[in-house]
């Protein structure tokens, strides 16, 4: 190949529509049979039907699009026809990898993704050492008038079938442990004589969405540090200056605003998250629910480019005062704490001001998550534990080198880390009603 890109996690590179394309899945070593399959999504995220569920016992989609071809006992490959699929109903090619038996992709080695079309070849290394038994490796999803390949390497608990019913595949419920077989036909199983003529029966269809699974994980943190049955209010804040295009552009901030959105899902009170967007200029955004998830960052603002004369520099304090005007000003609540997650990549000049406002608001129901992303300044918000003055310890922070390299379980640890101590000390010192 003439044409050889190497991708991270999380990032992405065109595949040229030279109608044929060949994608390859292939590793030195398993502890068990790794099973490799495709799903074929529409607009919605969902199969549109189990047809379009590809894999060794399914080798082939309706309209012959991508076919499945076993190459040997440690690889295998699927042959895409571009512009077949181009003008289907579908938007997305899903390719996972499951452990058919005992192991976990920790011990699974050498598991390489390359991607061909004409003279172009992606390469992808998944060598993360996920712990789940499956993992999402790859997605070819369209982008204008072509395609891109996109490297996502995510772990997914609970083995195949969790992930075909969030795709919208229909899964009978044998024993757990067996692999999910595609309910493609009445014949495949008989169902039990008290549904036999009951319209109303027949399987359970579960679609589990990215938020769904992300929050069983945010319930499992709470529940480490005690939390599960406190309620707040959730806020998210991205940083929206100059230096961040590259961040919206690779999809990370959308990736965060998800894993927050899971928080919300939990803690909040009415499931509903307020989103702020700062540079130079501050801005409130709609809020949103779990249902509404979906390409929220794009749909608001695809980047700082784009937005809308908020400029490319930061203004921390601006935002700041315009969430504390919300939650005490135009919404007050003495019994329900405010959880703010602030997203920076640093550039953190407005030392007096930053702390001004950390100080005035440390009598308030309001406790800040900072979170740095990348390696940069963040000034102020790096020296939190000596900040003097305030009525009680109202901030954390942390900086993160790539959000996508840390595992979602480590996250929420890290972020739910000071605000069970600050939540403590609210009600004693009478913040918390």
């Known amino acids: ?5 190497h991708l991270i996690t999380g990032s992405n590179s065109p595949l040229p529509g030279n109608n044929i394309a060949e994608i390859i899945v292939e590793w030195t070593s398993s502890p068990a049979e790794l099973d490799v399959s495709c799903f074929m999504v529409n607009d919605q995220g969902k199969v549109p039907s189990d047809q379009y569920f590809i894999f060794y016992n399914q080798a082939v989609d309706p309209a012959q699009n991508v076919r499945f071809e076993p190459q040997t006992d440690r690889s295998v490959k699927f042959t895409i026809n571009l512009n077949g699929l181009m003008s289907s109903p579908i938007h997305k090619c899903v390719f996972a990898a499951t452990l058919d038996g005992p ?61 075909a019913e969030s795709h919208g595949v229909v899964v009978e419920e044998p024993a757990e442990e067996a692999f999910p077989e595609v309910a493609a036909s009445a014949s495949a199983s008989s169902p039990p004589p008290s549904s036999v003529q009951d319209s109303n029966a027949g399987e359970t269809q579960v679609n589990l969405t990215k938020i769904d699974l ?16 406190i309620k707040a209010r959730v806020a998210v804040v991205f940083d929206a200056s100059g230096s961040m295009a590259n961040i919206y552009l690779k999809g990370t901030v959308q990736r ?15 499931g509903v998250m307020d989103v702020w967007f ?14 509404e998830y979906e390409n929220y960052v794009k749909n608001t603002y695809s980047g700082p480019k784009m937005f809308g004369g908020l400029g490319i520099g930061n ?32 550039g953190i000049y407005e030392t007096k001001k930053i702390s001004k406002l950390l100080i005035e608001s440390s009598k308030s129901n309001l406790f800040w998550q900072f979170v740095g992303l990348g390696n940069a300044n963040f000034g102020v918000l790096e020296e ?4 003097q003055g305030r009525f009680i310890d109202n901030a954390d922070f942390f900086a993160l ?17 000071e605000f069970p101590g600050w939540h403590r000390l609210a009600k004693e010192k009478g913040i918390l009603r």
Do not use: W
Not at 256 to 270: H, N, R, S, T, Y
Not at 384 to 387: E, I, R
């Open 1 to 5: 190949m003439s044409n050889t890109n």
């Open 103 to 163: 192991g976990t992709f920790s011990e699974v080695q050498g598991c390489k993704i390359a991607a061909k079309s004409g003279d172009t070849e992606i390469l992808y290394e998944c060598n993360e050492g996920k712990t789940e038994k499956t993992l999402v490796l790859v997605e070819l999803y369209r982008h204008q008038n072509a395609f891109k390949l996109r490297a996502i390497g995510r772990g997914f608990n609970g083995g195949l079938k969790p992930l």
């Open 214 to 229: 992300l929050k069983k994980k945010v319930k499992v943190s709470l529940e480490k540090k005690r939390m599960d049955t």
């Open 256 to 270: 965060a605003f998800e894993k927050v959105l899971a928080i919300a899902a939990c803690m909040d009170d009415d």
């Open 278 to 291: 700062f540079a130079s200029k501050s801005k409130r955004t709609r809020s949103v629910t779990e249902h």
């Open 315 to 346: 203004n921390e304090p601006l935002v700041m005062e315009d969430i504390i005007k919300k939650y005490t000003k135009e919404e007050p609540r003495d019994d329900l704490p405010t959880y703010i997650l602030f997203f920076s990549d640093g």
């Open 384 to 387: 939190l534990d000596d900040l």
């Open 401 to 417: 080198s790539d959000i996508d390299r840390v595992s979602d379980e480590e996250l929420y640890d890290r972020i739910f880390n």
